[in-house]
């Protein structure tokens, strides 16, 4: 099995709701055997109960919890589809399939279900106290069960439960993408990096048309350390690569890399993930905050959540190096062209659409102006420039979007709860002249 097919099956098993389930179905075939004949070792005659009575007791527990199944997919649907039609499509896949609470009590139901059911065979001459004492502990813990995975499920779908996990996720992302502190501007050039000219070999795309989901980087420079060679990826994670697209250019001893050697560090799928994304859980925050601008929901105080979850991710990644895109190796030497998003990518992402789509409402232009203000006095000197393009821009949405002065003047004043929180004096460069 090759990275990428490794990658992309375990990926699969993160996201699958069937697999903790299915595993559920013959562990509760072995289980009903064991305690079979531990009970007849044992001979256990601690709950006394008659044959009527432990056949009540286990046709009730199977039939609670296939109950619970039946209510739990059914709300788990309808979630599904409230979830991505309020906030964003993207969620089922990164936040909802992989949660491991709902796998988990789902596997609890079907492996009580099925143990209940076993046990009923053979219980009409004896009854295993063992086993009937085994199933309604089961079926006590498949009530405590459902009844807390209604109340998860309910804090799970709240809108800033959502944002607080994708943004983690997000945070986790960009230490692993950009694992090195900011000391200073980002450089974009390395200074051992020779000028590569035109490239010697170009590898493309075969297989069908996909997104670049994850990239194995050690393995590339590895492979072009071996062979004294440059490999360029021309992709970036997250980018949709057609069928005959350039995947890679190849300089020096690499033009004699196999295609196939080369093809299996590079995983494809059909939706973007964060393994190797930085951005796209910021794409994820942005399009929740979008979506709650729109006319339909009109929801801007979900929109100032999401804004206070971009700021936490804009902060990390303004105190990063972010410019890897040249990666060496060992000795110093240029093995790998890997491009990844800078800080003016990031400022872009974070700002433009939610700008452009909410700064017509009071609460997301006093939030956006605290988010740039608070990033300005937490992050270094080097990161200003871009937040104060955005500011002046901010400026000049609320000028041609406000009509009245005093409008404008509110407007113009940072409020990290976006309207309603103290906001302080109006500053003197913010106020309207007459």
């Known amino acids: 099995m090759t990275w990428s097919q490794f990658y992309n099956f375990r990926s699969y098993l993160r996201t699958s709701l069937w697999i903790i389930p299915f595993i559920a179905i013959p562990s509760a075939l072995i289980a009903i055997r064991i305690f079979r004949r531990v009970d007849v070792w ?70 009580t279900f099925l143990f209940a059911l076993s046990a009923q065979d053979r219980i009409e001459t004896r009854v295993p106290q063992l086993i009937i004492f085994f199933a309604a502990v089961l079926g006590v813990a498949c009530f405590a069960s459902f009844l807390f995975l209604i109340d998860y499920a309910s804090r799970l779908l709240r809108p800033i439960s959502i944002l607080a996990h994708v943004a983690n996720d997000g945070l986790a992302v960009v230490q692993s993408v950009y694992p090195e502190p900011s ?13 590569l000219g035109t490239p010697e070999r170009i590898v493309r795309h075969k297989a069908k048309s996909e997104i670049v ?31 005959g697209e350039p995947l890679f250019n190849l300089y020096g001893g690499a033009r004699n890399l196999s295609e196939e050697s080369l093809r299996s560090a590079v995983a494809f799928g059909s939706e973007r993930t964060m393994e190797q994304d930085p951005t796209f859980a910021f794409r994820i925050v942005i399009d929740i905050a979008l979506k709650a601008l729109s006319p339909a929901i009109n929801d801007p105080t979900t929109a100032v959540l999401a804004i206070d979850q971009l700021q936490r991710m804009l902060r990390l990644a303004g105190s990063r190096h972010l410019r890897t895109d040249e990666i060496m190796d060992r000795s110093g ?65 609320i000028e041609d979007r406000f009509k009245y002065p005093e409008d404008i003047a509110l407007a113009r004043v940072a409020d990290t709860q976006g309207l309603g929180g103290h906001s302080g004096k109006v500053k003197r460069s913010s106020r309207v002249k007459s």
């Open 42 to 111: 044992l001979g256990w005659t601690f709950l006394d109960l008659t044959t009527p009575g432990a056949q009540t007791m286990l046709q009730g527990i199977a039939t609670a919890t296939l109950s619970f199944l039946v209510f739990t997919f059914g709300s788990l649907l309808v979630a599904i589809q409230v979830a991505s039609a309020q906030l964003t499509p993207r969620i089922i896949a990164t936040t909802l399939l992989r949660n491991p609470v709902v796998k988990n009590t789902v596997g609890i139901f079907i492996f």
């Open 213 to 243: 989901l994850a990239v194995n980087v050690a393995l590339l420079v590895a492979e072009a350390e071996g062979i004294n060679g440059v490999i360029e990826f021309v992709p970036q994670v997250g980018d949709f690569v057609a069928l």
């Open 183 to 195: 000391h200073g501007p980002d450089s974009t050039v390395h200074l051992q990096a020779p000028k």
């Open 333 to 397: 030497r240029l093995r790998l062209i890997f491009r990844t998003p800078n800080w003016e990518d990031f400022v872009h992402l974070a700002f433009s659409e939610i700008r452009a789509c909410g700064s017509n409402n009071l609460q997301i232009v006093r939030r956006l102006r605290a988010m740039i203000d608070n990033l300005i006095q937490t992050l270094p000197k080097h990161r200003h420039p871009a937040l104060r393009q955005q500011e002046a821009l901010l400026d000049r949405d």
